[in-house]
């Protein structure tokens, strides 16, 4: 997985991630900047999942984009 096309394309990827995870603000965005793990995390707290399904679901968003 190559995170650091999405942190340098991360204006490009911001409005696909809030696409995918639309209870996500613009704030939450700002502070995800492209960093995989800070995404984990802001989508396990505001979904109120487990870690495990908020990685499976960035996973499954990842290959759909082809950010490999």
């Known amino acids: 997985m190559n995170w650091d096309r999405i942190e340098g394309n991360w ?3 911001k409005g696909q991630v809030q696409q995918q995870w ?3 603000t613009n704030d ?3 502070i995800i900047a492209g ?3 800070e995404l ?3 989508i396990q707290h505001t979904y109120g999942i ?3 399904e908020a990685e499976k ?3 499954l968003w ?3 984009k082809k950010v490999f």
């Open 62 to 64: 990842e290959k759909d």
């Open 35 to 37: 960093n995989r793990e």
């Open 40 to 42: 984990i995390g802001r």
């Open 57 to 59: 679901q960035v996973t």
């Open 28 to 30: 939450d965005l700002d």
């Open 11 to 13: 204006k490009v990827f």
């Open 22 to 24: 639309g209870k996500l």
């Open 50 to 52: 487990a870690r495990d």
